[in-house]
């Protein structure tokens, strides 16, 4: 869910329009995606949406003191569930006697057709590691062990140990330090794990994006087998 229209009542601030209107877009809102639907796939097939596909904010700010800065906070939404994931986000400041009045709307929609949709700011995947310590008690084990950058590999029983399988990012370091051609030591990667690390933006938990992420592949798949089948048009 993000800001997608801003209608402005009032401002008077040193920003335009466009910039606030831009800075409210960006900024997350907590979702409910079982509550509401998309305006395509909504029932209304109306341009300017319902209370199914769409929810309208507020603001109301003013300086009268003295400079202020105006933070998400003050964004008033008609769905208490659907409000800024932080209230700490700054979006103008205003001198005294300078006024921002507001109303906003938003809905939902996917980062493809624009970033303020896109529930995670960073997404990214690695190989899962796959470590052989040796069996028996070598010369020099310890080379290896130390020159781990991430600290990996450790010394247990006169042995080399695996102290922390994730860590390894298969720079293959350690089998090059062994003194032993071939090395006893060995590091690979699985060939059907993946270690994914995924940091949402709060509107959506983690695990929920994964889902949805997964339901939408499994969608695309399907209509590409579908066109596969149809044949050339």
Same mark, same amino acid.
């Given at each position: 869910? =993000?800001? $997608?229209?801003?209608?402005? !009542?009032?401002?008077?601030?040193?920003?335009?329009?466009? #910039?606030?209107?831009?800075?409210?877009?960006?900024?997350?809102?907590?979702?409910?995606?079982? =509550?509401?639907?998309?305006? $395509?796939?909504?029932?209304?097939?109306?341009?300017?949406?319902?209370?199914?596909?769409?929810?309208?904010?507020?603001?109301?700010?003013? =300086?009268?003191?003295?400079?202020?800065?105006?933070?998400?906070?003050?964004?008033?939404?008609?769905?208490?569930? #659907?409000?800024?994931?932080?209230?700490? !986000? %700054? #979006?103008?400041? &205003?001198?005294?006697?300078?006024? &921002?009045?507001?109303?906003?709307?938003?809905?939902?929609?996917?980062?493809?057709?624009?970033?303020?949709?896109?529930?995670?700011?960073?997404?990214?995947?690695?190989?899962? %590691?796959?470590?052989? +310590?040796?069996?028996?008690?070598?010369?020099?084990?310890?080379?290896?062990?130390?020159?781990? +950058?991430?600290?990996?590999?450790?010394?247990?029983?006169?042995?080399?140990?695996?102290?922390?399988?994730?860590?390894?990012?298969?720079? *293959?370091?350690?089998?090059?330090?062994? %003194?032993?051609?071939?090395? +006893?030591?060995?590091?690979?990667? =699985?060939?059907?794990?993946?270690? *994914?690390?995924?940091?949402?933006?709060?509107?959506?938990?983690?695990?929920?994006?994964?889902? $949805?992420?997964?339901?939408?592949?499994?969608?695309?798949?399907?209509?590409?087998? $579908?066109?596969?089948?149809?044949? +050339?048009?």
């Amino acid at each position: 869910m =993000a800001i $997608e229209e801003v209608v402005m !009542i009032e401002n008077s601030s040193i920003l335009q329009d466009e #910039i606030i209107a831009h800075r409210l877009g960006l900024t997350p809102l907590k979702t409910d995606l079982d =509550a509401y639907s998309t305006p $395509e796939e909504c029932e209304c097939k109306s341009e300017f949406g319902c209370p199914q596909c769409r929810v309208t904010l507020t603001l109301d700010a003013e =300086a009268k003191e003295g400079t202020r800065t105006v933070y998400s906070g003050e964004v008033i939404s008609e769905n208490p569930e #659907i409000v800024p994931v932080s209230d700490k !986000i %700054p #979006i103008v400041k &205003l001198a005294k006697n300078q006024k &921002l009045k507001l109303e906003a709307y938003a809905r939902l929609g996917i980062g493809k057709t624009h970033a303020k949709w896109q529930p995670v700011s960073m997404c990214a995947y690695k190989y899962y %590691p796959k470590i052989t +310590p040796p069996t028996e008690k070598c010369d020099d084990c310890s080379k290896c062990v130390d020159m781990c +950058p991430k600290k990996v590999l450790a010394i247990k029983d006169e042995k080399v140990d695996v102290r922390d399988l994730l860590a390894c990012n298969l720079c *293959m370091d350690c089998v090059d330090a062994c %003194p032993q051609k071939p090395s +006893p030591l060995k590091v690979e990667w =699985a060939k059907d794990a993946f270690v *994914m690390n995924i940091e949402s933006t709060g509107a959506l938990p983690p695990e929920r994006v994964l889902r $949805e992420a997964t339901k939408l592949l499994g969608k695309q798949l399907n209509e590409f087998e $579908e066109q596969i089948k149809a044949g +050339p048009q």
